[in-house]
């Protein structure tokens, strides 16, 4: 058991938000009971999740998609009125960690997906070094890199950019950085990178590929963001004797 300010306390330390510049508040942003035994994790703080939580019983909730993101509506009605009401009456905190969680090099997405995939981060790159890249000692192909992430993610990748019959060339250089950072793509191929791995794909995304000859991959924004934020619950839970469980919310993106 912690109390809720020692967890948010630690947690601000352990993922070093002071050092992040990000688009929402990362910390504790909806308070609920003083004291925590029970936590749930999960990827988006959407009323599926929420209720799942009730359900459990839970005490506390860490996502990583929290709320009151820049140029988000500021007022408390419909959708964002009944997640929050649902937090309120049952009294749950509700801490939430993007950049940071992204980044952490132990327990951040970036980390915790290239483990999955058998890739060790050799260097960080564009802004606020939230993208990576590894460098392989021996290179793989394409296709197995394809292979490789759908018997991860348990979903095919979409590859755009490099035709059929290129499938087969060899990478050395691979980079990627979790969820919709499509906009370091052009960063990637700067930094000499063969192919890069993200979640969603923009329009002008298809056409960089294409003109660069860089193949791009799009994984999925939320299967490629499952891990961080489990790496966090278990790590908390080994820590301070919490109870934890991770709630799947299925989301084809």
């Not at 296709?143 to 018997?151: A, D, F, K, N, Y």
Request: glycine share 8%; hydrophobic share 40%.
């Amino acid at each position: 058991m912690i109390t809720q300010k020692e967890l948010a306390s630690y947690l601000e330390q352990l993922l070093n938000v002071s050092s992040f510049k990000d688009y929402c508040p990362n910390g504790l942003q909806i308070e609920g009971k003083p004291l925590i035994k029970r936590l749930i994790t999960g990827v988006t703080a959407n009323l599926a999740l929420l209720d799942a939580a009730v359900a459990l019983q839970a005490d506390a909730i860490i996502v990583h998609h929290g709320y009151f993101w820049r140029n988000e509506p500021t007022t408390i009605t419909g959708m964002r009125h009944q997640r929050i009401r649902r937090l309120l009456i049952n009294d749950i905190n509700l801490f939430a960690f993007h950049l940071p969680l992204d980044a952490h090099p132990e327990l951040g997405n970036n980390v915790q997906l290239g483990q999955r995939l058998g890739l060790s981060i050799n260097a960080h790159f564009g802004p606020q070094d939230l993208a990576v890249y590894c460098d392989l000692p021996v290179p793989i192909k394409l296709t197995e890199l394809m292979e490789r992430i759908g018997q991860t993610l348990h979903r095919p990748a979409q590859l755009f950019g490099t035709p059929a019959a290129k499938k087969q060339q060899a990478l050395q250089r691979i980079a990627w950085c979790t969820g919709a950072a499509q906009d370091y793509f052009e960063s990637a191929i700067a930094a000499g990178c063969d192919v890069f791995l993200s979640g969603e794909v923009s329009e002008q995304t298809v056409h960089i590929a294409a003109e660069s000859g860089v193949p791009y991959l799009a994984i999925g924004h939320h299967a490629s963001e499952r891990y961080g934020v489990q790496a966090l619950g278990e790590h908390l839970a080994q820590r301070f004797g919490l109870e934890h469980e991770f709630i799947e919310i299925t989301n084809p993106v």
